[in-house]
């Protein structure tokens, strides 16, 4: 049914659990897993012509962003080995989430992308936005919501 799964993560509670349900998945259909964090573009000062003395320059930004991408994605790859499924996993700069998740999804041929969603509706989602609901928005190729309820 399905060969390669994209797993987004940024971290938190909510995407480990979908994480660990997309690790299941993948395990049940045999497939390939490409696990993807999507971390902001550095932001230069808008009201200074050089970075100040004490903020992080783009190399200590981009270097800090991946280490903590690496903490993030350290769990989904040993659940990944300890599940014997293919996997690869990529860090990405992007302000728009929802853009790069898809295009790491088209970029790795994966068939399915499988991310979670916090269940809010109404006010709640429109305030907060949802990555969720711009990748559905964009993407071409299925996209498996996983739900986690009580969260």
């Known amino acids: 049914m399905y060969s390669k799964i ?7 509670e909510l995407s480990h659990a979908c994480v660990a349900a997309g690790l299941e ?5 045999k497939a390939d897993v490409v696990a993807v964090f999507v971390a902001s573009n ?3 000062p808008l009201y200074v012509d050089i970075v100040p003395p004490n903020g992080p320059t783009e190399d200590e930004y981009k270097a800090a962003m991946r280490a903590m991408a690496e903490s993030y994605l ?3 790859r040993d659940a ?7 996997y690869q996993e990529v860090i990405q700069f992007n302000d728009s989430t929802a853009k790069e998740i898809v295009h ?3 970029e790795y041929a994966c068939d399915l992308i499988f991310m979670g969603s916090h ?4 006010l709640g989602q429109f305030l907060l936005g949802s990555v969720t609901t711009k990748v559905l928005s964009l993407c071409q190729i299925p996209v498996l919501v996983h739900r986690i309820k009580n969260h």
């Open 119 to 122: 269940g809010r509706s109404g």
């Open 80 to 86: 990944a080995v300890a599940a014997g499924l293919r």
């Open 25 to 29: 998945f993948a395990q049940q259909l």
């Open 42 to 44: 550095y932001q230069y």
């Open 74 to 76: 350290q769990p989904v």
């Open 6 to 12: 994209l797993l987004p993560t940024d971290g938190s």
């Open 104 to 106: 790491t999804a088209q």
